[in-house]
């Protein structure tokens, strides 16, 4: 019976004679002895061992059919998809003044006003709620808690129409985590909240230099306060922005939440990200700080010893798991504050990449977004496809101006899959 193409078959660097197969499909790895990999190949293996390869999707009756199935799985996860989720961006005023903000070049005191919202709040209640969709709100900015009124009044009406209805709205936000008190985190968890994304760049001498308060002041012990007060309130999912200066250090910010008596198993898995180039620029050539392809060695080797120190101190790295880049997901969009909307947040600075707005309505971005671009041969034939789908498209516009092919991860995974997947597993 073949292997399925979505499969990688490492040899095991701990025990000769035994090899690990992954699949990027399931995530699930086996480990086999040389003797039965070979009865694989052969066709000796018994039906027992069969069936388990089967039901991991390892081995498949039909390459073919599994080709096609994974060409239409988004397709078909737009027409299953019961739950809507949306990027709200409430203000793009914000209380620090990152240098590297992707925002910096449209930021300023622009928020969401009363009737933006209540055109927001008709949408999702006659195109989402009235077709029986969940709602997911990720509240975002600039700063979202710097409008909290609105975050507030949106959160309270949507619940309503939620549960007048019959289904369930819950929200989230990105907040550079400065205003995320207790008494906030209190207030909106009855409306809803179930999580914050907070970002700390690394220990206070590097974070308090990359994220300065708009005074100049530091940061870091401000949002080190709120994050142990509100930890075990809510869920907490940490990530910071290094460069290939600095990650080496990134493991001294980890060490601070232990020192101020985090308890890493309440925490969801931490994520770290290169810093990226300031959205609405194509950079055709020297980026600076800034990478603009995840196959740098750099980057590879930052990944992989931050995830590596991340799990070593006890805290939660994420696992490659099946996904897509948000643009493929029909239920998925950002609302920008003038009800403006876009497929990822960081496309708000190419105003040619709106795909309507909430007052006009959705237009065709088929094409614009570069969708489907991974339904040729060589991503169908990858097997790196089910983690990657095209790979991201900001990263494609960043290098090109124009999203017209994939962002291909070939080479990152290559050298890295195999310690992100097996060796912490
Ligand atoms: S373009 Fe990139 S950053 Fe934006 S949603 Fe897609 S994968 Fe994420
Ligand atoms: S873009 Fe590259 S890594 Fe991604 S599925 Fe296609 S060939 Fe594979």
Request: charged share 25%.
């Amino acid at each position: 019976m073949p292997f399925s193409r979505y499969l990688k078959i490492y040899s095991n660097s701990q025990l000769a004679g035994q090899y690990l197969l992954y699949s990027t499909k399931k995530g699930s790895i086996v480990r086999l002895s040389e003797a039965k990999l070979a009865a694989i190949n052969n066709g000796t293996l018994p039906d027992n061992d069969i069936s388990i390869l089967k039901q991991l999707e390892m081995l498949v009756d039909d390459p073919d059919a599994e080709r096609a199935a994974m060409a239409d799985i988004v397709a078909r996860s737009n027409r299953l998809s019961k739950r809507f989720k949306a990027t709200v961006v409430l203000t793009l005023d914000c209380n620090l003044a990152c240098p590297y903000c992707f925002e910096e070049d449209f930021r300023g005191r622009y928020a969401m006003n009363r009737e933006t919202a209540e055109l927001l709040i008709d949408y999702v209640k006659r195109e989402q709620i009235a077709k029986g969709r969940e709602v997911e709100i990720r509240f975002y900015g600039g700063e979202p808690l710097m409008a909290l009124p609105m975050l507030r009044s949106i959160a309270v009406q949507l619940r309503a129409v939620a549960e007048a209805n019959g289904t369930k709205f819950t929200c989230s936000m990105v907040t550079n985590g400065t205003l995320l008190t207790c008494a906030v985190v209190e207030e909106l968890l009855p409306l809803g909240l179930t999580s914050a994304q907070v970002t700390l760049d690394g220990p206070k001498e590097i974070h308090d230099l990359q994220r300065p308060f708009v005074s100049g002041n530091g940061s870091f012990d401000t949002i080190l306060e709120n994050i142990k007060a509100v930890y075990t309130l809510v869920t907490l999912k940490l990530g910071g922005n290094f460069t290939h200066k600095n990650y080496r250090e990134f493991q001294k910010m980890l060490d601070a939440l232990l020192d101020a008596g985090i308890d890493p198993a309440r925490l969801d898995p931490i994520q770290f990200a290169q810093i990226l180039p300031k959205s609405g620029q194509a950079v055709f050539h020297d980026a600076g700080n800034c990478c603009l392809s995840c196959t740098e060695p750099w980057l590879i080797e930052a990944i992989l010893y931050l995830r590596e120190e991340t799990l070593k101190r006890g805290f939660k790295a994420l696992k490659p798991t099946m996904g897509a880049c948000m643009v493929e997901f029909d239920n998925d969009m950002v609302v920008n504050w003038d009800g403006s909307l876009y497929k990822c947040p960081a496309f708000m600075g190419w105003p040619e990449l709106s795909i309507g707005t909430l007052a006009n309505g959705i237009n065709d971005y088929r094409h614009s977004h570069g969708l489907d671009i991974w339904k040729n041969d060589k991503c169908l034939d990858c097997a790196y496809l089910p983690l990657c789908f095209g790979g991201c498209r900001l990263l494609t516009m960043l290098k090109k101006g124009v999203i017209d092919e994939v962002d291909c991860r070939k080479e990152f995974y290559d050298a890295a899959l195999e310690k992100l997947s097996i060796k912490y597993s």
